[in-house]
């Protein structure tokens, strides 16, 4: 279910026009933010981050007031759920002068039913470290990632586990991984171009609080064989045990289960 849909602040049906950039041409940016109990987690950090990712695609946004009190109207009628915010930047036809769109809308949306199964699948398109103009920003031309997920899922699994095409493990295509080896917390760093998740950035800061070693660093696919235990963070999942990526298989492990705990906290 849908909640009542802001586009500029103002109540609406959705749509939008088909000559909006978003449609013709995947021209824009995006967050989703959870909402417990009609209590937004993280608004400042993902504004910030949504504020990065217009910059760099050179779209502006209205003052960040503004679009903070969107969503938190949205959350205060959703509930607990997804509250997304859509950024376009109007329309992408010669001659019209449609402005850019800040949509903000609700959905319920359940954390996961159990683990999650992951099968690694090379991801081309992906900078994986290459500096250029949209590094590190949320843009909405997802269509690839998508793509990695249903090839996953016709091979069986849950989800795709993206790799780079000399064997460096990135991040899931809507999520990031971590993994546990002797007791250290290892995750791919930033510099590989992933995004900046923030529930990675508090999940990494409660393990560093509980005295577990993190390190961000650059791993094949093989790092994995090593690992007693393998996680999935983001927003929807937050703290997601993994137990299987391809034919690795393991079974939750203490440290996803704490660091779980410690996010629970968080959010509750």
């Not at 850019?100 to 991801?123: C, E, K, M, Q, T």
Request: aromatic letters at 6%.
């Amino acid at each position: 279910m849908i909640t009542e849909v802001l586009i500029n602040g103002t109540p609406s049906d959705g749509r939008i026009p088909v000559t909006d950039s978003s449609v013709l041409r995947g021209d824009g940016c995006f967050e989703v933010l959870k909402s417990y109990d009609g209590r937004v987690f993280g608004l400042d950090e993902h504004i910030d981050r949504l504020s990065a990712s217009a910059s760099a695609l050179q779209i502006e946004l209205p003052d960040r007031s503004e679009v903070s009190s969107w969503i938190e109207k949205v959350a205060a009628g959703l509930g607990t759920g997804a509250v997304r915010v859509v950024v376009t930047r109007g329309a992408s036809v010669p001659g019209l002068d449609d402005p850019s769109n800040v949509i903000v809308f609700g959905h319920s949306w359940d954390l996961p039913d159990g683990p999650a199964r992951l099968f690694p699948v090379v991801a081309p398109w992906h900078a994986a470290g290459v500096d250029w103009d949209l590094a590190g920003a949320k843009i909405i031309s997802y269509g690839p990632n998508m793509a990695a997920s249903r090839r996953a899922k016709n091979e069986g699994f849950d989800d795709a586990l993206l790799m780079t095409t000399d064997d460096l493990v990135l991040e899931g295509p809507t999520f990031s991984v971590a993994w546990v080896v002797d007791g250290v917390v290892e995750t791919p760093s930033l510099d590989l171009g992933i995004l900046d998740s923030i529930t990675r950035r508090v999940v990494l800061d409660i393990a560093r609080e509980s005295g577990i070693t993190v390190v961000e660093g650059r791993w094949v696919l093989d790092r994995l064989e090593r690992a007693s235990e393998v996680m999935a963070l983001s927003t929807i999942r937050e703290v997601q045990p993994v137990t299987a990526v391809g034919g690795l298989i393991w079974g939750p492990g203490e440290v996803t289960k704490s660091l779980a705990g410690g996010f629970a906290e968080r959010t509750g």
